[in-house]
Every structure is written in structure tokens, then in C-alpha cells.
């Protein structure tokens, strides 16, 4: 197995959870679900519950059902300032500098938002190319077809590629194409992720251990 990419998710994976930008954006969401759609408050936590786990984005459930601008809507929801949550992160910047493979974003959130974290980490230059929401027509993670216009962008196939992601559901269909699996935030293993690791900066030490054993006649 030759690995030629690797795949890393952004938000609560490039920076911890627990630094709560991503909790910000879910309450910018909460919002914009009560106060520009119009649904009662009460039902909101519902329905973004509902939403996330019958289509992985509150995005897609609001554009089927309320047929709501999802460019009104991303500008919306990630109007905060990541600088506000954590600043640039060397630790990081050196983890990736180390991995020879060829790095890509891979996330839910928009393009504009990416390159805000990026840019606040001090961690941009590494990468390549950002795939985003907008990747297949909002058709986001989980759906496989974003996940078959990422590797056909490439050019490559699943077995290539390295996966890096703080959402176990988010990584099931890069494993059912033939990734390498990686779960951030997390102590134990889900079922079909090959890898589970508390933090990002541990992600380092798994790819060495796979690059070694990738190059071994």
C-alpha cells in the first residue's frame, strides 16, 4: 500500500474541542434556525439534532425543508473570529512539516472559514487544496458522493489516501472506499475506524508507524 494523501477534517480536529470555536458556530446556527427561519425555539434543538443525524449538516436539512440561501446561511454561522478561540500553534505547524505526503482540508464548513483557522494556526502553507461544503453541491460529509469527488479530484484511490476526523460517522464511508482511518478526540475505537487518538498531535506517531510499514518490501 502506497499512501500519496492525507485528508484532515478542520473544526475540533486541527485545534482542540475544547477550545469552543465550534461550539460557537453551533449556537450561531441555533440563531439563525430561531430568528432568520422562523422556527419556535423550542423545536430547534430538535430539528438540529434531526438535521445532523438523518443528513450530517443542519445546512442540508434547512435548504430541503425551508429552502433557505445556504451562502446567507455559512456567512451566518461563521461569523466569528477564530483568534477569539486559540492563536498559531507550532506544535502543529512541526507535525505537519514532518508527514511527506501531499495534505488536503476536507470539512463541512466553508471555504472562508477554513482559511480563517488555517490562517490562525500558522498551518495554511501546508496544504494543498480545501475541499468544502460546497464540494458537491452542499452535499457534505457524510454523503459518499462528496467523498468520490474527493478522491476523483485527486485522482486516487481510497487505499491512498489518510483520513483525519473528530467524527466517527464522518469517517465510516472514507473507510468503505478503502482509507486509512483516523479519529480524533476520542480513547477508544469505533467500529470500522482503524485508529482512535485523544488529540491531533498524536496523529504524527500512527503515520509514521503506516509510512514505515508502506515502504517495507
Known amino acids: 500500500m502506497t499512501y500519496k494523501y492525507i485528508l484532515f477534517d478542520l473544526d475540533d480536529t486541527l485545534y ?93 464548513a466553508d471555504t472562508a472559514h477554513t482559511h480563517r483557522v488555517l490562517k490562525t494556526l500558522g498551518v495554511g502553507h501546508h496544504f494543498d487544496s480545501i475541499f468544502d461544503v460546497q464540494v458537491r453541491n452542499y452535499l457534505s460529509k457524510p454523503d459518499p458522493k462528496a467523498y468520490h469527488h474527493v478522491l476523483e479530484t485527486l485522482n486516487v484511490n481510497g487505499e491512498n489516501c489518510i483520513m483525519v476526523e473528530d467524527r466517527a460517522s464522518n469517517l465510516l464511508p472514507a473507510k468503505d472506499l478503502g482509507m486509512t482511518t483516523i479519529l480524533v478526540d476520542s480513547d477508544r475505537k469505533s467500529l470500522g475506524i482503524d485508529y482512535a487518538v485523544p488529540t491531533v498531535f498524536h496523529v504524527g506517531k500512527i503515520l509514521q508507524e503506516l509510512l514505515h510499514n508502506s515502504y517495507l518490501p
Open 16 to 108: 482542540p474541542r475544547a477550545a469552543g470555536l465550534l461550539n460557537a458556530i453551533g449556537e450561531r446556527i441555533i440563531q439563525y434556525m430561531t430568528h432568520k427561519v422562523g422556527i419556535p425555539a423550542d423545536d430547534v434543538p430538535f430539528k438540529k439534532r434531526e438535521y445532523y443525524q438523518q443528513y450530517g449538516t443542519s445546512l442540508q436539512g434547512l435548504m430541503r425543508e425551508y429552502d433557505v440561501d445556504p451562502v446567507e446561511y455559512l456567512h451566518y454561522v461563521h461569523d466569528v473570529n477564530p483568534a477569539d478561540y486559540f492563536g498559531i500553534s507550532p506544535p502543529l505547524d512541526n507535525m505537519l512539516y514532518e508527514i511527506p505526503l501531499r495534505k488536503v482540508i476536507f470539512t463541512n
